[in-house]
């Protein structure tokens, strides 16, 4: 079975500051792997996947996120962020070939000030 | 697109009462997931279904809770009898094909 770690549960930043958010799963086969994000009040929303190729993926909002293989890491990267980022961040996993459902990690609240 | 549909959005009821969660998937979709989010817990899958056929139900916490997905485009998701500690955010997704999924807004679930 699968398991997703998130190491910070509560991040605070000021805007324009870099973030990352760290996510580190355990499993031994081919994974797929995404970061979902919940703003106050709202339901999940895709971020950005990696499935396969190129392991640097690019999603919404200047998100991005690198996949190595070999730390079984998936982190999360903004350059600069913004207040309205303020947000629940959600990494899951699924078996390659994306039969099973997705295993979450506990998330990470991240609190932007102005 | 609508989107993936839940409801009822929030709902409160009383311990032992019967609770019944509806889904309506993303048209097209051929994979429904369950899931509960709580703060102790987090986000967990309870169940999916794969062409209207339950696939895994190990995540389901006991025999009191029960899913069912009649056809394509419904799925519910019912409880009885309900405990407080059942209090949560159930949420509904769907997928096409493997590809990533699709949440619905979420049920919010008072038990007193």
């Known amino acids: 079975a699968q398991s997703v770690s998130q190491h910070n549960h509560h991040v605070i930043l000021s805007e324009a500051a870099s973030l990352e958010l760290g996510c580190n799963y355990s499993?031994?086969?081919?994974?797929?792997l995404f970061w979902y994000v919940q703003y106050p009040g709202q339901h999940l929303q895709l971020l950005l996947k990696?499935?396969?190729?190129?392991?640097l993926v690019k999603g919404i909002k200047g998100f991005e996120a690198e996949f190595i293989k070999s730390k079984f890491s998936f982190n999360l990267r903004k350059p600069s962020v913004q207040w309205s980022d303020t947000a629940e961040y959600f990494c899951?996993?699924?078996?390659?070939?994306?039969?099973?459902?997705?295993?979450f990690g506990k998330g990470t609240h991240l609190i932007i000030q102005p | 697109d609508a989107g993936v549909i839940q409801s009822p959005r929030h709902e409160v009821t009383e311990m032992g009462q019967e609770v019944t969660l509806r889904c309506k998937p993303i048209?097209?979709?051929?994979?429904l997931f369950w899931y509960r989010q709580t703060m102790m817990r987090g986000l967990e899958l309870l169940i999916y279904?794969?062409?209207?056929?339950?696939?895994?139900d190990s995540g389901m916490p006991e025999d009191r809770f029960s899913a069912k997905m009649p056809n394509a485009s419904f799925s519910t998701l019912k409880i009885q009898p309900s405990e407080p500690r059942d209090s949560a955010v159930y949420f509904c997704?769907?997928?096409?094909?493997?590809?990533?999924?699709?949440f619905g807004p979420g049920t919010r679930l008072t038990v007193t």
């Open positions: 997704a769907s997928r096409l094909n493997g590809l990533e999924q699709y």
């Open positions: 499993y031994g086969g081919t994974v797929n």
């Open positions: 990696y499935f396969s190729g190129d392991p």
């Open positions: 899951a996993v699924s078996a390659g070939g994306g039969a099973d459902g997705l295993t």
């Open positions: 048209s097209g979709h051929n994979s």
């Open positions: 279904f794969n062409n209207n056929v339950p696939i895994d």
